[in-house]
């Protein structure tokens, strides 16, 4: 209640829910606000996606936990390879995502 007016006052409270049409546009503009913060910081220019063939996956797409496991481990591969290539481990920034088939990949940006 205002004290001044004795009106009923509603005040929205924020969730912090990634669902809420508020709450989750606001934390997915301060993501990516922070993500290209930190890409610009670490002078990053290039962006690249690792994406799983499923047909490749032996537990299958539909198992995302293994699947998410298996797209870590190529991907910490893959930089180990480069690591030793250039003598130089890369910079990058890295989300995981899912297709709209639920397969996992890792969009980044790399310096």
């Not at 920034?93 to 397969?103: D, P, Q, R, S």
């Amino acid at each position: 209640m205002d004290p001044k007016t004795g009106r009923k006052i509603f005040r929205r409270i924020n969730c912090g829910g990634w669902t809420c049409c508020y709450c989750g546009l606001r934390k997915a503009r301060n993501a990516r606000l922070r993500i290209r913060a930190v890409a610009e910081e670490l002078d990053l220019r290039f962006f690249m996606t690792l994406t799983l063939d499923p047909k490749k996956l032996a537990g299958g797409a539909k198992d995302k936990d293994f699947a998410v496991h298996y797209l870590r481990h190529v991907f910490n591969k893959f930089r180990e390879y480069l690591r030793r290539e250039y003598n130089e481990a890369p910079k990058y920034v890295c989300i995981l995502e899912f297709t709209k088939a639920g397969v996992p990949h890792l969009p980044r940006v790399v310096g």
